[in-house]
């Protein structure tokens, strides 16, 4: 039986993460401080673009979403594409996602954006069979679930964020019976629906999928780990 290697990057990436996002619970000023700022920033304080990633503005619910959507997608994203790939999609859609809060003056934290650069890599690595249905169905539902977070509460939110749960929940369940080509189409549906809004998760997914194509293509297959009882 062969033993899949630890995520390395995934596991240090998600502490990284983790600690300043779970103390800010405790110390909310950690925040204030490390939160994305574009006013501060063009007065010198370059750091916080990085610095917001490591914190959310999302609350407990937020903060709990993003950290497991990082374990989860990381964990798969780099044990189908490898370290180097993982980093190059995750400061991809970090980086995506920067420019598109700078340019809008958006203030505000999470490391939401860079996952999106992960979720987009995945679809596009499934699409071009470098990934299995189970990332290729995980990427696409993540999506679907960001997607839904830009309807709002009110009774046509209420409406679309049902109809958009229920057709990625279909997506999961029929995911051996459908074409690889389908699974990015959620990715760039919401990519592009999301970054016509001027939300901050359009830009990473659409950069996460165009990335994770070109790395798709110039690599070699990562040989599948399998287990074998």
């Known amino acids: 039986m062969k033993i899949q290697p630890l995520?390395?990057?995934?596991?240090?990436?998600?502490?990284?993460?983790?600690?300043?996002?779970?103390?800010?619970l405790f110390f909310p000023s950690l925040l204030t401080a490390f939160e994305r700022d574009p006013s501060l920033v063009g007065s010198g304080q370059w750091w916080r673009p990085a610095t917001s990633l490591v914190v959310q503005d999302g609350g407990l619910i937020g903060t709990a979403f993003n950290?497991?959507?990082?374990?989860?997608?990381?964990?798969?994203?780099?044990?189908?594409?490898?370290?180097?790939?993982?980093?190059a999609l995750y400061l991809g859609g970090a980086v995506a996602g920067q420019?598109?809060?700078?340019?809008?003056?958006?203030?505000?934290?999470?490391?939401?954006?860079?996952?999106?650069?992960?979720?987009?890599g995945l679809l596009a690595a499934f699409a071009l069979s470098?990934?299995?249905?189970?990332?290729?169905?995980?990427?696409?539902?993540?999506?679907?679930?960001?997607?839904?977070?830009?309807?709002g509460h009110s009774a046509a939110g209420l409406i679309a964020t049902v109809a958009v749960s229920t057709a990625g929940t279909q997506l999961i369940a029929h995911r051996e019976r459908l074409p690889r080509w389908v699974f990015p189409l959620p990715g760039l549906a919401a990519g592009v629906v999301l970054s016509a809004l001027g939300d901050?998760?359009?830009?990473?997914?659409?950069?996460?999928?165009v990335?994770?194509?070109?790395?798709?293509r110039a690599g070699s297959p990562r040989p599948e780990v399998r287990t074998a009882g």
């Open 7 to 24: 995520p390395r990057v995934t596991v240090i990436v998600f502490l990284i993460t983790a600690v300043p996002s779970l103390l800010q």
């Open 67 to 87: 950290l497991v959507s990082l374990a989860v997608l990381g964990l798969l994203a780099e044990r189908a594409l490898g370290p180097a790939r993982w980093l």
């Open 99 to 120: 420019v598109a809060g700078m340019l809008s003056g958006a203030t505000g934290a999470g490391n939401s954006i860079a996952v999106c650069g992960l979720a987009g």
């Open 130 to 151: 470098r990934a299995d249905r189970i990332a290729g169905s995980a990427a696409a539902f993540y999506s679907v679930v960001v997607l839904t977070t830009a309807f």
């Open 200 to 209: 901050l998760h359009g830009p990473p997914l659409l950069a996460g999928l």
């Open 211 to 216: 990335i994770g194509a070109v790395l798709a």
